[in-house]
């Protein structure tokens, strides 16, 4: 058995490919646990969470959010404007200002 100039394991008579330094079968061999270990790893979270997602919950979930945005981006600008020019007319329980 001949040895390779790069190695201390024998090489064999007919070399096989080589992927990543490794035997293509010991390459796929790893990916394949690897990649298995972590889609197993994902399916346990994913059924120990038992995620719920009810289109009606949350559906009703984004809109109360997005009204509650809305309110508050008038609410600031609202404040803004009073800032900077004063209450607005009808807000403050007077009467027009004279023209």
Do not use: W
Request: charged fraction near 20%; aromatic fraction near 6%.
């Amino acid at each position: 058995v001949a040895l390779s100039p790069n190695s201390f394991l024998p090489a064999r008579a007919g070399s096989s490919k080589m992927a990543m330094g490794m035997p293509l079968r010991h390459y796929l061999g790893t990916l394949a646990a690897s990649f298995g270990s972590m889609a197993l790893g994902s399916a346990c979270v994913h059924a120990y969470m038992q995620p719920e997602m009810s289109t009606e919950s949350v559906a009703a979930d984004f809109e109360k959010e997005a009204q509650a945005r809305r309110q508050a981006i008038e609410e600031v600008a609202k404040l803004t404007m009073d800032e900077r020019f004063g209450p607005a007319v009808g807000n403050s329980g007077g009467s027009a200002p004279p023209r």
